[in-house]
């Protein structure tokens, strides 16, 4: 079996690739990092390691690499014959990749290849294969749609394994957590078939991804958000305040009573699911910064992300979202000169306190007002430890 695989990142090399290959799969990884390309096409094989006592390394074979950016048609060919896509690259990047998966499954078309195919989405994000079928979509012909509706599926996935960044010698080396579960759902499968072991296949995926969404990934930025307002760098410092392990636990309380409400969930099951992620974000053999798991805050702050829509949702039920609604004001504090949408998020602020700066004060002197207002940003976003 063959696999196209987007993003030979954390997450991709670091459970994607594993699953693929503990599948007998070949793996065709497509990146724009001609670092990880060059590394994939030099020994086509790569180790994992568990974040774990003992540090247990997995080895994953049977692996390439495409740069999409160089070699855009060897992409298509691979997707032309290939059993299975998916990506893990990031919610806004699935845009700019859309034109090639195209490209690809058009080719499938003229190559009369009617086998059909599954297009998975791994990102943190709701309907993340859905939202890349609309954007692959936009770049198919009328009379290439109904080839695409027939033999392609794009069913919804959610995965949850932690993988920080990486600080290794060999750039294929990924450290992971123990913890993983990929859910796909089955009902959007175009290829219901094909099977992966070490994957579970649901026949509703919203009630699990929400659960994973606001748990893991509310909570884990939860710690991170709350974390830098205090002035710490890693995930590990900042969960051993209590003031920040407080904050977690009151957060996930408040997405946990909405996900039982919602759903059905048992409140103990939940709660033992809830534990075992702090006891996850507690692991001491995985370095996370908090930069990382904050990144891209204006993404993070969206209608039908991990906090806006549980606030949204907890408010329509009649339920508490007041613990929700602090983390959110720490988001807008989130400064990290290397992250663009904090920069943009820092500015816009900046932008707003000059304009409150003007009408409070009658002062002409732009510079002056920039000054006030760059005053009034760092007084709300100073570390309080
Ligand atoms: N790291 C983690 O623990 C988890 C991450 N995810 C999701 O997986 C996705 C990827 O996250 P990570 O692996 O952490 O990020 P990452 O930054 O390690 O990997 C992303 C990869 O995509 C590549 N890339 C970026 N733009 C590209 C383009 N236009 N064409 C081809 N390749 C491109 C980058 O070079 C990089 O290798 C995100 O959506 C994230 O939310 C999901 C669960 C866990
Ligand atoms: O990848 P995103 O959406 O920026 O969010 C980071 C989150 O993803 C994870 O890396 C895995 O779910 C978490 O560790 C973290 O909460």
Known sequence: MKAVHFGAGNIGRGFIGETLAANDFSID???VNQTLISALNERHEYDIELAAPGQEKIHVENVDGINNGEEPEKVVAAIATTDLVTTAIGPKILQFIAPLIADGLVARKHNDNLTKVDVIACENMIGGSAHLKEEVYKHLADEDRAFVDEYVGFPNAAVDRIVPLQKHDD????SVEPFKEWVVDESQMA?????LTGVDYAPDLEPFIERKLFSVNTGHATVAYTGQTLGYETIGDAIKDERVLN???GVLKETGDLLIDKWGFKRADHEAYQNKI???????YISDTIARVGRTPIRKLGFDERFIRPIREAKERGLGYAKLLETVGKIYQFDVPTDDESVKLQQMLQDKFAEVVTATTDLKDQDLVAEIAGKLVAEFSAPRK
């Open 29 to 31: 990884f497509v990146d």
């Open 171 to 174: 750039p294929l080396m990924v």
């Open 191 to 195: 290829r219901p078939e094909l099977k």
């Open 247 to 249: 904050q977690l636990k």
């Open 278 to 284: 702090i006891n996850r974000f507690e692991n001491p």
